[in-house]
């Protein structure tokens, strides 16, 4: 069946430092990427998105492209902050051409940006 | 305010003490969706419902119950509750199953 799988956490960077969070998935047909964030205490919010081959996401510095040849949507930014400081989540859902019906989630990658 | 809610945010209950958690859009999403977030092992899909009077079973339905007889509400019923169903709940909606969710604050559930 369909799944996600993401780097394992926990990660700490410096204030600055670049970011990468891997993702991979395993799915039939053509599906619909996504990056969630948590923060502490918080629900998912959603950070960005790509629903068709080499499209690429993007919001507040944060990047991901949809590699279909690598089966891949990595998260990446240049430069993160105190506070990038949260849980990432990389998920797929059935997509325009799809006919599943579920959301699938990765395990969560913990990141902590230290002054 | 465009939002899900659920209620209520935190629950502490004994084994086999029926429970519900409600939970409501405002968005007239037509998906809803039911997960558990445990260490480890990330979001897990309980339940999910395409539209009014239907629902289906996600990865980990066991143990759980939901309705779906308004479009905005979509509540998840513990019947009898275990210690292996502590975990952190949160309901979530899309307008359909291929476009992002809109996920609410989440219930933290503790079953002594």
């Known amino acids: 069946g369909d799944s996600v799988t993401q780097m394992e956490g926990p990660v700490t960077l410096s204030e600055e430092a670049f970011l990468t969070i891997n993702c991979t998935y395993t799915a039939t047909g053509y599906p619909s990427l996504f990056w969630y964030v948590q923060y502490p205490g918080e629900g998912l919010q959603l950070l960005l998105k790509a629903t068709k081959a080499d499209d690429k996401g993007s919001n507040k510095g944060f990047e991901a492209t949809y590699r279909k040849e690598t089966t891949s949507f990595h998260l990446e930014k240049g430069s993160v902050q105190v506070s990038d400081s949260a849980v990432y989540f990389c998920?797929?859902?059935?997509?325009?051409?799809?006919?599943?019906?579920?959301?699938?989630f990765g395990t969560g990658t913990s990141l902590t940006v230290i002054p | 305010e465009a939002q899900v809610t659920q209620n209520p945010r935190y629950l502490i209950t004994v084994t086999g003490k029926k429970l519900t958690v409600t939970c409501s859009q405002n968005?007239?999403?037509?998906?809803m969706s039911w997960y558990r977030q445990d260490p480890g092992l990330g979001l897990r899909q309980i339940y999910y419902s395409m539209n009014v009077e239907v629902t289906d079973k996600g990865d980990v339905p066991e143990g759980y119950k939901v309705s779906r007889k308004e479009k905005r509400n979509f509540p998840l019923i513990l019947e009898s509750p275990s210690p292996n169903q502590t975990s952190l709940y949160f309901c979530?909606?899309?307008?359909?199953?291929?476009?992002?969710?809109?996920f609410g604050p989440g219930t933290r559930l503790t079953v002594t």
């Open positions: 979530a909606s899309s307008l359909s199953v291929a476009v992002e969710q809109y």
């Open positions: 998920a797929l859902s059935a997509g325009p051409y799809n006919t599943g019906n579920q959301f699938y």
């Open positions: 968005m007239n999403h037509e998906y």
